[in-house]
């Protein structure tokens, strides 16, 4: 397991199975300062990683515009963009963006699933990172809107991919439930599942991952710290953007015993755990500054044993509700 190691998606273009979220360039959960952002930039590509996935949803989309404004130095083929579809930034008196320290101002989002909007967002996007096309295009969060994404959203990037404009399509969610029915239902290249696997929540491996084996559809896993409490387990420590509750703090703190009695730090595991499972191709994870990026990345190429995962694997089921 290394972090630079390319992997070849189900469309083809292959990727750094470590590659970096740039919600923190929204300024989720805190401010990142433009050098901070410069950092995170050069230090993964200094390290090989050359996958940057980034949203309109990120900053109302600000993570686009820095994300594109700092990697304009570079060429064009250097590095791989993913970005999302179904939300469209519309102009708005709101100031405030809670959560997001770094928002575009007087400006808020809209849910947008129509052909019309699917097109209009990717166009959008392409503006705001300065690019004439990405690599990878998922459809965004359509928790509320399954029908529409499929049989509205999901044409237009098809139409899309066969025209060469982008060369990998998917869905980027939360849920199991609708990337399942993707997969079964259309051609998609790559799930990003957010959260669903990870060292405190594995209810992607019930029916997603299977059907994606089955499907050849490459996955990516994204959120494996689940928001921050699988870093450090502490009362007010984030599961999900939501504070943790006491079961789960609870649950999370016996995980992270497990490992520390083992000589592995919670962070290790949690980086590490989501390639272990065969549909998994790639993990993301957001960095704020180099430092990060370096941090993530030495406790990411840390092996763990093969003794020590089979000792989990028993540990959890002993976790499971009965």
């Given at each position: 397991m290394a972090h630079n190691t390319l992997v070849t998606?189900?469309?083809?273009?292959?990727?750094?199975?470590?590659?970096?979220?740039?919600?923190?360039?929204?300024?989720?959960?805190?401010?990142?300062?433009?050098?901070?952002?410069?950092?995170?930039?050069s230090t993964s590509m200094t390290l090989g990683l050359n996958y940057f996935d980034t949203a309109p949803h990120y900053g109302m989309g600000s993570a686009e515009e820095r994300l594109g404004r700092n990697t304009d130095h570079l060429p064009r083929n250097s590095f791989i963009v993913s970005t999302k579809v179904g939300r469209l930034i519309v102009a708005s008196e709101k100031t405030d963006d809670p959560g997001w320290e770094n928002s575009t101002p007087s400006v808020e989002r809209i849910?947008?699933?129509s052909a019309d909007g699917i097109e209009r967002s990717l166009i959008e996007s392409l503006q705001r990172l300065d690019m004439e096309s990405v690599e990878m295009v998922f459809i965004h969060d359509p928790d509320g809107a399954a029908n529409q994404a499929i049989t509205e959203a999901y044409p237009v990037l098809e139409r899309l991919r066969a025209e060469g404009i982008v060369k990998t399509i998917g869905v980027g969610i939360t849920s199991n439930e609708i990337p399942t029915r993707f997969i079964n239902e259309t051609d998609i290249d790559v799930v990003l599942i957010a959260l669903r696997y990870t060292l405190l929540d594995q209810s992607a491996a019930k029916e997603l991952l299977p059907a994606a084996v089955k499907k050849g559809v490459s996955v990516i896993a994204g959120g494996v710290f689940n928001s921050g409490i699988l870093t450090d387990p502490k009362?007010?420590?984030?599961?999900?953007y939501e504070v943790a509750s006491p079961e789960v703090l609870a649950r999370a703190q016996n995980i992270e015993k497990f490992f520390t009695d083992r000589g592995v730090s919670l962070a290790q595991a949690a980086l590490q755990y989501p390639m272990r499972h065969p549909a998994i191709s790639a993990i993301l994870v957001g960095?704020?500054?180099?430092?990060?990026?370096k941090k993530n990345v030495e406790l990411y190429n840390t092996s763990i044993s093969e003794d020590i995962w089979n000792e989990f694997d028993n540990f959890l089921l002993g976790l499971l509700p009965r």
């Open positions: 998606l189900k469309s083809g273009i292959q990727i750094p199975e470590f590659g970096i979220g740039t919600s923190p360039f929204g300024g989720l959960f805190a401010s990142v300062s433009e050098s901070a952002v410069q950092e995170v930039i849910f947008d699933f009362v007010g420590a984030t599961f999900n960095c704020r500054n180099g430092d990060e990026v």
